[in-house]
């Protein structure tokens, strides 16, 4: 079946410019994550759905970023006015329930010149 | 301390050998381990599931240790394709927390 699909697949972008990443999850998953991975580095954790809530956005980095998600199904992650050290790429991943396993997207690599 | 703990790397593997390497964790309530490898440039792929009892799919054998709260994650016969970052993942508090990932290098 179809696995978890991210667009644009790749983005470059002027500094100060605002970016909109998006997510398609597994057809059914519940549970949708967003992480940054900057070059060389590990997961960092973003922010959590469940269902259309979003019970942790503890890893937001700052109030330029944003996310929803509607309809359980499709999520937007919205950076405003970029900066350059939000260059890496933004991975979503989604799962049938909130502690199981994640099926992870082929990502969006940002590049903010 | 972070919540799952990985040894970075690299461990370097002659083709053949084997390698295991650990992951551990924080909360003593985590239920449910992951180990994922992750090649470079791409995202994580789900490698197996942890068992409480242990679990091996082929040449990868998966143990969990609750009383000294690690999970380990051994490779047999270590293939040139099986050069990766691995990470663990652990239940942690209602969510998935990733371990920074230890890398492996099997070299010819």
């Not at chain 1, 410019?17 to 999850?25: A, F, G, H, M, S």
């Not at chain 2, 994922?36 to 409480?52: F, G, N, T």
């Amino acid at each position: 079946g179809a696995g978890v699909s991210q667009s644009p697949s790749n983005k470059v972008t002027e500094k100060g410019k605002d970016v909109e990443l998006r997510c398609d999850p597994i057809s059914g998953h519940t549970a949708l994550y967003w992480y940054r991975q900057r070059l060389g580095q590990g997961l960092e954790f973003l922010i959590y759905f469940q269902g259309n809530s979003a019970p942790d956005k503890s890893g937001l980095p700052s109030d330029r970023f944003s996310a929803e998600r509607t309809g359980e199904s499709v999520s937007t992650l919205t950076i405003q006015r970029t900066q350059q050290e939000d260059s890496a790429v933004y991975l979503c991943a989604s799962s049938l329930a909130g502690d199981g396993e994640q099926y992870f997207g082929p990502g969006t690599r940002l590049t903010v010149t | 301390r972070k919540e799952v703990e990985q040894d970075p790397g690299p461990f370097n593997v002659p083709e053949g050998a084997t390698v295991a390497f650990n992951c551990t964790y924080s909360n003593s309530a985590s239920q449910s381990f992951f180990w994922y490898r992750q090649d470079c440039r791409k995202e994580p792929k789900l490698l197996m599931s942890v068992y409480s009892s242990g679990n091996e799919d082929g040449r990868f054998t998966a143990q969990l240790n609750r009383a000294s709260q690690y999970i380990s994650l051994l490779i047999r016969d270590s293939k040139l394709s099986d050069s990766a970052t691995y990470l663990c993942a652990v239940n942690s508090w209602g969510k998935l927390q990733f371990g920074a990932g230890t890398q492996v290098v099997v070299t010819p």
